[in-house]
């Protein structure tokens, strides 16, 4: 409400929930999970594959006002802290979501209410490379926003998020690590996103970015509007 006091926090946890907790009241003891009951809480959002496998989250989602009220929730899946997390061969497929948090929502948002974009090309004839992905269109009726699936041309390549979105005015930007298995080369590969927040603001151009030689997280993707 634009009143400088916090209302509400918002969280994920290894098992893909995200979490709200109104906290609107002053005392503590009467802060409570937003959806659910306090015996029973129940998230606002479990990231899970389109096969059903929950997705560990493991940097805080970020937020942004949306034009139809309520609040554009933004995490990406995947984790960087286990010795098994080096390994890019059969990885689950992580994602990047939006999520709207719709004003008097009562019940958890579920995958199949969200638009699938996914990951239509890799231009390779430009520097830094860049890829493509489709622009599916939202029905308001029956959406609840957008997810994305690190996956292209039937290749998982162990991509995914170990880092949170940053909004900045209208566009929010993120990045994504493919980590490398040579002990020789810290970190890895990959791609630097940037995207539109949401569809009535001015738009912010598409990202760029490149797979460099110096293994750098700085390559590139075009992303649909929220």
Not at 92 to 111: C, N
């Amino acid at each position: 409400d634009l009143d400088g006091i916090g209302d509400a926090l918002y969280a994920g946890d290894l098992f893909g929930n995200v979490w709200k907790v109104d906290i609107a009241n002053k005392s503590v003891f009467d802060w409570e999970y937003d959806t659910g009951s306090g015996s029973t809480p129940l998230p606002l959002f479990v990231a899970k594959t389109s096969s059903g496998v929950n997705q560990p989250i493991t940097f805080r989602p970020s937020v942004a006002y949306h034009p139809e009220g309520g609040l554009l929730v933004m995490v990406g899946t995947g984790k960087y802290i286990e010795t098994t997390d080096v390994d890019v061969a059969n990885q689950l497929t992580q994602s990047v979501y939006g999520i709207w948090d719709k004003p008097a929502r009562t019940t958890t948002v579920l995958r199949n209410q969200l638009v699938a974009q996914t990951i239509t090309n890799v231009i390779t004839t430009t520097t830094p490379k860049q890829r493509e992905t489709s622009q599916n269109v939202t029905d308001w009726s029956t959406h609840h926003r957008w997810v994305l699936d690190l996956y292209y041309g039937g290749t998982n390549s162990g991509e995914r998020m170990n880092s949170r979105v940053v909004v900045r005015g209208t566009t929010a930007a993120f990045t994504t690590l493919i980590p490398s298995t040579d002990v020789c080369t810290g970190g890895g590969t990959g791609h630097d996103t940037r995207l539109r927040c949401h569809p009535r603001v001015r738009r912010a151009g598409p990202g760029v970015a490149g797979e460099d030689g110096d293994r750098r997280q700085s390559s590139a993707a075009y992303i649909p509007r929220c």
